[in-house]
């Protein structure tokens, strides 16, 4: 299932969510070459969350596992700015596109309701949140984690919150068949985070997916957006959008 729209209407221009995105585009490109060779491995080495770094149980110069038998150096920048730059690194354009579509179709919705300078902040939170997650669960693992996706887990664990009865248009792949359906957000980010879990089960030390990063993020999304929710922006919406 993949969400193309949602029924949820903004009262302004979703500004940081436009900008998220357009820092992880550039990001891709100035930074990691478009997935150039090289490049591409470099950044996600230098760049991206290595929890044996984070909490020094590999050695300054030990090699690190980009997939089977394809290892690199990580760098010299600093393992904890890592938490914060690996969240606009990416593995590959699939990748890059499909988070930033998910970012678009539920963070404008999130700004909107905590206001720009916060919705910075709840980005951020979330996403170190995320890859502290998946560092602590396994704090050996030399394989380096990239993607906002851990930041955007938080944006829909916020958004089944504040909005779970809102309608998410999807998209349904039957093979070579394609449809549409239609279904609550409770729904829709409930069976994702399902999924998240399901998957931080069945998975192996190897590169890929960080489940568990996903759900750490979803879950603190699910409790930080009360603090940072906007009452005045919520009660705004509420007025204009369904009004008694």
Not at 168 to 187: N, S
């Amino acid at each position: 299932m993949f969400p193309y729209k949602d029924e949820n209407p903004t009262l302004r221009v979703p500004v940081v969510t436009v900008a998220l995105i357009a820092a992880n585009l550039l990001a891709w490109i100035l930074v990691q070459g478009a997935g150039s060779e090289g490049v591409l491995e470099q950044s996600v080495c230098g760049l991206g969350v290595i929890p044996a770094r984070l909490f020094g149980t590999v050695a300054a110069g030990a090699p690190i596992r980009l997939g089977q038998n394809l290892y690199c150096d990580a760098g010299s920048f600093p393992a904890w700015a890592t938490i914060l730059t690996s969240m606009f690194m990416h593995g590959g354009w699939l990748h890059l596109l499909g988070n930033m579509w998910f970012l678009w179709v539920f963070g404008n919705n999130i700004e909107d309701s905590t206001g720009r300078f916060r919705f910075v902040a709840f980005y951020l939170l979330c996403g170190i949140v995320a890859a502290l997650t998946q560092s602590v669960l396994n704090p050996g693992s030399r394989v380096p984690m990239v993607g906002a996706s851990g930041a955007i887990s938080g944006v829909m664990g916020a958004y089944v919150v504040l909005f779970p009865k809102v309608r998410v248009h999807m998209l349904i792949f039957l093979g070579f068949y394609i449809t549409t359906i239609v279904v609550p957000a409770y729904l829709m980010l409930g069976y994702w985070f399902l999924l998240q879990i399901l998957g931080g089960g069945l998975a192996k030390e190897m590169g890929g997916t960080a489940f568990w990063a996903h759900v750490g993020g979803f879950a603190a999304g699910m409790v930080l957006v009360f603090p940072f929710r906007s009452r005045a922006l919520l009660e705004r919406r509420a007025a204009n959008f369904y009004p008694p």
